[in-house]
């Protein structure tokens, strides 16, 4: 009597603490952040979603690796990502920006060694000193918070 | 005494099991009869409403659907239970409302360059993700995504100086399809 009374409360425990979180907000930490532009001579630059690039469109790793994957990004389809801590990013023009939308993907074969949720921001159209600002760039490390 | 622990036990058992149950039928309700899955228009407002409150300079830079657990029933019907929208002030502010099953979930403040070719403007947005969700279907036989992207998806921003809504499928096959349309007028743009 005891033993199926403690197996009937574990139960109704259980059933009370499960609940489906896959579609919450999620925080990732020290994740590789490099800065990219569009292709020299690309007067109208696009991303992999189809919109025309603009200031405040990332790219990320595909889903599994492979170039045919282009357009299957690890994040669902209208993720935006907001780096943590009042951190920010100084784009080309010495605007601060911190709140993305997922457009683009790249290093499609995991050639970059970079970190798994790793993002590349975009920096505009192709000049010499967008250019310049991406390499200066580099790679730095943020966290930050996926809302999809 | 043992028996009357047993008995509370007991009661204390059946009436955590009614509330599962009673919440359990209550969560299948929200999916199958869900009255809380938003248009564009509908989203627009009702974040910007707590954009608003956020900081009464906020205009809209960019609204999209976001990808379900309801595969390619989400979107059939031009409505969707989760969005995010981003919002920007003149001083240079961003934020991102997250809206899920109709209610504003949070904001999100940060900061980017204020672009006004950017900002939407709600005066130009005379048609609804209803009627182009039909038109895309019958125009251009977009499909309902499967997996990425799933069902029909809605994106409102401004492309070439103008305020356009994408509506996101698939083609015959299978390939992702962007059907853009002119807010305003609802013509085809591509």
Partial sequence: MKKSLFTMLISVVLAFTTSSAAFADTTYTNQDFTAYTGASGDNSPVFASGNGAYIGGIAVHPSSWGSSNWNKPIYRFGAMIVLNNNQRITIPGGYSLNTFIVEDTGDLNNAGNLTYRWIDVYFGKYSAATHQAAINFGKKKFSYTVIS | ?190
Avoid at chain 2, 8 to 34: E, P
Avoid at chain 2, 99 to 107: A, L, N, S, T, Y
Avoid at chain 2, 132 to 153: F, M, T
Avoid at chain 2, 160 to 188: A, F, M, P, R, W
């Fill in chain 2, 1 to 190: 005494m043992k028996k009357k622990i047993y008995t509370l036990l007991g009661i204390v058992i059946i009436f955590a099991c009614a509330f599962v149950i009673q919440r359990n039928i209550a969560d299948s309700k929200a999916i199958h009869f869900d009255p809380q899955q938003l248009t564009v228009m509908e989203a627009l407002h009702a974040g910007m409403l707590e954009a608003q409150k956020w900081d009464s300079g906020a205009v809209p830079l960019y609204l999209t659907s976001v990808d379900d657990e309801l595969g390619k029933k989400s979107g059939q019907d031009g409505r969707r239970r989760r969005w995010n929208l981003q919002v920007s002030t003149p001083d240079h502010k961003r934020a991102v409302v997250s809206i899920r099953d109709g209610i504003v979930e949070k904001v999100y403040p940060g900061v980017g360059p204020y672009i006004p070719e950017m900002v939407v403007s709600s005066e130009e947005i005379n048609i609804d993700s209803p009627q182009l969700v039909i038109k895309s279907k019958q125009e251009r036989n977009l499909l309902p995504g499967i997996d990425w992207a799933n069902g029909y998806h809605f994106v409102l921003q401004v492309l070439n100086g103008q305020s356009t809504i994408t509506v996101v499928g698939l083609d015959n096959s299978t390939k992702l399809q962007q059907i853009i349309y002119d807010s305003s007028s609802g013509e085809i743009m591509n």
